[in-house]
């Protein structure tokens, strides 16, 4: 049997060649119900998948009253899928058929599978209205192609399962037909009786019409020689052309006996008896479904997971936003927007400049466009009126303190708990789990030792596994509880080196749009106008340098782009690009690729080196941001070589984290190169280092291997450290921050620490306060009369959903911008690993639950938040001059 239905698939298959494949009857009636099977198991196991995928976000008991609704736009497109495979008279109608069944199966197929290997692998579904908008460079090819065995497994196990299953579910869909089709006829034979008197009237009335109209051609004057006055179909001519041609056991056919001989025939009772119990199944059955889905109540939430997979490449093309009302012009505290006029500096250089096209001049002299301010912001508290925090006082006061270069790292997939790896912590635990007695072997024990050194010392924090007090720390700052602006990588870079937040739209497109606030390399730029004298001994008056250095690739998502959009000059920009063209021809270089992403990050050491002594030599300050990769998935190491750092034998994931683990530990001692290179060129106490993620990494709580819209705060919780030279006692910051503090911070540490000229002073002191953030070298403010203080982040990719959470309280709230996905509300002080999320599709649903289980001040904190989210969404585009 099973080599049959093979042998069927195979024709089958061949049909999009010459149709030879479909000439056989019985090819055609063996390969039309394995195709059907097919496309039955494929779109049955995709919805089983949606569901479970978005259970949590329908109550279990509404879930099981309305669960088997939802899968009525699956049962009429298979039955549409029914129809294409049935034994049609003329070839080219079987071909057809034929042809429209496997491409749809075949797309369909690649769909669930490409759907189900990323679900498992990233904990996300795939958003199919974003399929055309990945770029189809080789770093994005190369990362959907680490996806490709699950998706050939996954199509592999379809393929398999249909080949056992045919012809089962070809016959249940038939016997549902044949059944309804009998009630159908029924229905009408007594209706068409009756109206056999006026069809007849209705053709002796306009015989003459139909009689010249179809005379005109020789086959109109055969047919109207045959045409017959209208009659009802018998009934038993119905069962008679519907008769089954199979080569298995239908579950509806009719033994081919007389009625005589079944009566006759005890075996024929039997098989009558359960044709009745399986005819009055399907009644019922379908009946009630078909009655339950119209007492369904209208919930947004029923109506998504009810969507087949057919319909999903369809479903929120539009990107119409989720969040109600949120292209209408409403205001928040009395304002519309925070986009005004911007203000006149009488210290700036003539000229336009990139990144203050704002303040650009019409030909009247008026400015020509509007500009943030954060005095218009209804959401903005700025703490640039409190003194500087006061460990830091009399640091920044010290002759011995100045900063010439400033160094910002911006570290690919970096969890907080391991930055550095420390007892107690969600990583740390796993490892212990791992083995057995929750003992960890002694040389393993060696290597978790030292795997983080460089981050105890740049945090201050002792990892807990060796004595204390072994570790000499910097000083500076340490923010313990740091959001990114971004989940997507070039989003959070823009978010730290722009100090704004990302654009609300799904991937690269903001150097495409009027990035609202002037960057960090704008900045210096437009300092350096100013104080351009490399001759001074003063390095307050030598000119700054941005540059922008990672030893990976930059095609990803048109990274090319934006980063000479941020302001950064393409002469200072290095990836492995500019690597590979440097040593085009060079011998002597022998840096070897860990994987297509590009060359490791220690690789640069001799750029860094160099960078250093130039701007020394040349007299120049030093602006560089470093973006690392080998943190990134697949978590490659150079030579492909790993150290046990958690045990394998516990099952799960163990292996990806352990690969994971390695690449932070190779990093770790790559921060330490860096630090060595600012000791031996002679800048370690000149040199302000900022270091953060890009995003966490939520490999640990749900297997996730990328932030795809993936809500769990891991994904959001990065370092943030900001190393001081001289040293200041290690100063924690616990408050809320987000990564876009880290302009306004730096711009607020070059002033107090006076390592800017006078002109340069002015300048600062009048774009400092235009930034949203606060800046982190003074307390933070978590709430004000007004409002709290909101923190958000645009997820990956950037159009879905916003994450947002304010500093006053412990609440997260996720905010679905398109109609696949959920409102998420969690409480961080006792759900610190957010194991039980509260979700749903609809916000008054939310809000019910959340009342139930955290109180009216919880809803309502969710109804404020609701509401800021609304007005900053909606201004978010404002800013960057895009309209969805």
């Known amino acids: 049997m099973l080599a049959s239905r093979a042998s069927g698939c195979l024709s089958f298959v061949c049909c999009a060649l010459p149709a030879r494949a479909l000439q056989s009857t019985l090819n055609w009636d063996i390969a039309r119900k394995f195709w ?169 009335r306009y015989q003459p019409v139909i009689e010249r109209a179809l005379s005109r051609t020789a086959r109109g004057r055969e047919i109207f020689a045959n045409m017959k006055i209208y009659e009802p179909v018998a009934l038993s001519d119905y069962d008679e052309e519907d008769k089954i041609v199979s080569n298995s056991a239908p579950l509806l056919d009719e033994p081919a006996q007389d009625a005589q001989s079944i009566i006759m025939d005890q075996w024929g009772h039997g098989r009558a008896f359960k044709t009745a119990i399986k005819t009055a199944l399907i009644i019922v059955v379908t009946l009630f479904i078909l009655i339950l889905r119209c007492f369904r109540p209208a919930n947004e939430s029923y109506g998504f997971l009810s969507q087949t997979i057919f319909l999903s490449p369809f479903s929120g093309v539009d990107s119409q936003t989720k969040l109600a009302g949120i292209t209408e012009e409403r205001e928040l505290h009395g304002k519309l927007t925070a986009l005004t006029t911007p203000p006149k500096f009488d210290w700036f250089p ?83 789990d791992s083995y057995e007695d929750r003992k960890i072997p002694q040389d393993v024990q060696k290597r978790l030792d030292n795997l983080t050194e460089t981050a105890e010392r740049l945090t201050g924090t002792e990892s807990g596994f060796r004595k204390n007090g072994t570790v000499k720390p910097y000083g500076g700052i340490y923010a313990t509880n740091s959001y990114t602006a971004g989940t997507f990588t070039l989003k959070s870079i823009e978010g730290t080196t722009c100090g704004l937040s990302p654009l609300v739209m799904d991937f690269n497109h903001e150097y495409e749009h009027h990035i609202y606030q002037p960057c960090m390399p704008h900045i210096l730029d437009v300092l350096s106008a100013s104080t351009n004298d490399s001759t001074s001994a003063d390095f307050t008056n030598w000119p700054w340098r941005p540059r922008f250095m990672q030893s990976i690739t930059d095609s990803y998502d048109h990274q090319d782009r934006l980063t000479p959009a941020l302001g950064f000059k393409p002469e200072n920009i290095l990836t492995v690009e500019s690597i590979d063209k440097e040593h085009v021809n060079d011998t002597s270089f022998h840096g070897e690729k860990f994987n297509f992403w590009g060359y490791p990050d220690h690789d640069l050491a001799s750029y860094f080196r160099d960078a250093i002594t130039h701007a020394e030599e040349n007299h120049e300050r030093l602006f560089i941001e470093h973006l690392t990769g080998l943190t990134h998935h697949p978590w490659d190491t150079p030579g492909k070589n790993y150290s046990e750092l958690i045990s394998s034998s516990w099952g799960g994931n163990n292996e990806d984290v352990n690969k994971y683990l390695n690449t932070i530990g190779i990093n770790d001692k790559w921060f330490g190169t860096v630090l060595d290179i600012l000791e031996e060129t002679g800048v370690a106490n000149e040199t302000l280092v900022i270091m953060t993620g890009d995003h966490g990494l939520s490999l640990l709580e749900d297997n996730s291997i990328t932030p795809y819209d993936n809500p769990h705060v891991a994904n959001f919780h990065v370092p943030l450290v900001i190393v001081i030279s001289p040293p200041p006692p290690p100063i924690q910051i616990n408050s809320s921050t987000s990564s876009i503090q880290i302009l306004p911070t730096i711009l607020d540490l070059l002033q107090q620490s006076e ?27 978590a709430s004000n009369d007004q409002t709290r203080n909101w923190q958000f982040t645009v997820m990956n990719t950037g159009g879905s959903m916003v994450a947002m959470r304010s500093a006053s309280e412990p609440y997260r709230l996720i905010v679905p911008l398109v109609p696949e996905v959920e409102w998420r509300f969690t409480e961080i002080e006792s759900d610190p690993h957010e194991k039980k999320p509260m979700k749903s599709f609809d916000l008054e649903s939310l809000k019910s639950g959340v009342a139930m289980r955290h109180g009216s001040d919880a809803v309502q904190w969710l109804n404020e938040a609701a509401r800021a989210a609304q007005w900053w969404v909606s201004d978010n585009w404002r800013r960057y001059e895009y309209s969805p």
């Open 36 to 204: 059907f099977t097919f496309l039955f198991l494929t779109v049955i196991c995709a919805k089983l998948l949606h569901i479970y995928a978005h259970w949590d976000s329908v109550p279990l008991s509404k879930l099981i009253l309305w669960g088997s609704t939802f899968f009525l736009q699956d049962f009429f497109f298979l039955l549409a899928g029914y129809a294409l495979t049935q034994n049609f008279k003329w070839r080219i109608t079987r071909i057809l058929a034929g042809l429209v069944v496997v491409c749809t199966s075949l797309i369909l197929s690649v769909m669930a599978a490409a759907n189900t290997s990323f679900f498992f692998l990233t904990g996300a579904e795939i958003h199919w209205r974003q399929a055309g908008s990945f770029n189809a460079d080789p770093a994005a090819v190369n990362t959907l192609l680490t996806g490709l065995t699950g998706l050939v497994i996954v199509e592999t196990l379809l393929l398999v399962a249909s080949m056992f299953a045919s012809p089962y579910p070809f016959n249940g869909m038939e016997a549902i037909v044949v059944v309804w089709g009998r009630i159908a006829v029924a229905v009408w034979r007594p209706t068409s009786e009756a109206a056999k008197p006026t069809v007849e009237a209705l053709l002796v």
């Open 350 to 432: 003539e000229g336009n400049w990139p990144g203050f096209r704002d303040w650009e001049l019409s030909a009247d002299g008026e400015f020509e466009h509007k500009h943030y301010n954060s005095t218009e912001d209804p959401i903005h508290i700025s703490n640039l009126d409190l003194d500087v925090l006061e460990p830091l006082r009399a640091v920044l006061k010290s002759k011995d303190f100045k900063i010439k270069h400033v160094l910002v790292f911006k570290m690919e997939s970096t969890r907080f708990d391991v930055f550095p790896l420390r007892k107690g912590t969600y990583m740390h635990d796993r490892i212990l």
């Open 755 to 781: 390592s800017v000229s006078q002109k340069s002073d002015k300048a600062i002191t009048s774009l400092l306060p235009l930034y949203e953030g606060q800046s982190l070298i003074r307390p933070i403010i």
